[in-house]
């Protein structure tokens, strides 16, 4: 099955530990997106990257930090320096080729900080 | 920046009416516009894409674009209580980057 998986699905933090969220992908997409939701919010997008080896800073993007080593994988760090990241963590991709521009979504990490 | 605007709601409707879900945007250039459904605790999943201006069913599922008025609309035919959930409207900035409106929560009554 080609889809997106994200894990773990639920996470927890101390206070002043650094996180890393998976994101994987078989659906031979080129760009790759991580998105916060806060409750009752919208989704603000925090890193993306349209190729491998290539990120750019969302709105969002302090606290966070992202690599793109191969084209299937996108991992997400929450660093200590995020004073706030108790929140719904979504990772997205998207067929850069052609001419749609259609964002999926995988099944999110819930972080929680204790 | 760039804005999309809906109501959050909730919007109630009773079993087999239509319920239609609005959402404006800022930016006059935006090409691309997306609506997603998301229930809760789960994440977006993809309902419709619209491009052109006009109208684009599928299924019981109709979205309408007017960039003149900078909106774009969802209606849903024969709602079901499947179909209460958060309606999220997406609208390209560029560089296949989406905005996000905040959602408009959906109850259908059975």
């Known amino acids: 099955d080609g889809g997106i998986t994200q894990s773990p699905k639920y996470l927890f933090r101390k206070e002043g530990q650094n996180v890393t969220l998976s994101c994987e992908q078989n659906l031979n997409h080129d760009a790759m997106y991580w998105y916060r939701q806060d409750p009752g919010q919208g989704l603000r997008l925090i890193y993306y990257?349209?190729?491998?080896?290539?990120?750019q800073k969302g709105d969002i993007a302090e606290g966070y930090s992202v690599s793109r080593e191969k084209k299937e994988s996108f991992p997400l760090t929450v660093t200590s320096a995020q004073k706030n990241p108790t929140a719904f963590y979504l990772c997205?991709?998207?067929?850069?080729?052609?001419?749609?521009?259609?964002?999926?979504f995988g099944p999110g990490t819930r972080l929680t900080v204790l | 920046q760039k804005e999309v605007e809906q109501n959050s709601g909730p919007l109630s409707v009773p079993e087999g009416a239509i319920a239609s879900l609005n959402c404006t945007y800022s930016d006059r250039g935006s090409q691309s516009f997306f609506w997603y459904r998301q229930y809760s605790g789960k994440s977006p999943e993809l309902i419709m894409s619209i491009y052109s201006n006009g109208d684009k069913e599928d299924g019981r599922f109709t979205a309408q674009l007017n960039k003149a008025s900078q909106y774009v609309s969802l209606l849903i035919r024969d709602s079901q209580p499947s179909d209460s959930a958060t309606y999220l409207c997406?609208?390209?900035?560029?560089?296949?980057?989406?905005?996000f409106g905040t959602g408009t929560r959906l109850l259908v009554s059975p």
């Open positions: 997406a609208v390209n900035e560029g560089f296949q980057k989406l905005v």
């Open positions: 990257s349209q190729i491998v080896n290539d990120f």
């Open positions: 997205a991709s998207s067929p850069r080729e052609g001419s749609t521009d259609t964002q999926y």
